[in-house]
């Protein structure tokens, strides 16, 4: 269905470009949505340690960094 395609878009994103914090996060998403909590858990903590690590550079978005 549509949210096998995504995830497996989002996965070749992120094989492409593992540290895109974005596409973490939305493949977490989907991953939930698909009933699989445990893996998209740890795609959130992925993200959230990285965003500790290195408090003050901007999160890799794909697009503009977030204002604050």
């Given at each position: 269905g549509k949210y096998d395609e995504a995830e497996r878009q989002l996965r070749e994103a992120l094989r492409i470009a593992p540290d895109l914090d974005t596409a973490h996060v939305a493949l977490a998403?989907?991953?939930e949505a698909q009933g699989k909590?445990?893996?998209?858990?740890e795609h959130r903590t992925w993200v959230q340690r990285r965003r500790q690590s290195v408090p003050d550079a901007p999160a890799k978005t794909g697009g503009a960094p977030p204002r604050r």
């Amino acid at each position: 269905g549509k949210y096998d395609e995504a995830e497996r878009q989002l996965r070749e994103a992120l094989r492409i470009a593992p540290d895109l914090d974005t596409a973490h996060v939305a493949l977490a998403n989907v991953l939930e949505a698909q009933g699989k909590s445990g893996e998209a858990a740890e795609h959130r903590t992925w993200v959230q340690r990285r965003r500790q690590s290195v408090p003050d550079a901007p999160a890799k978005t794909g697009g503009a960094p977030p204002r604050r």
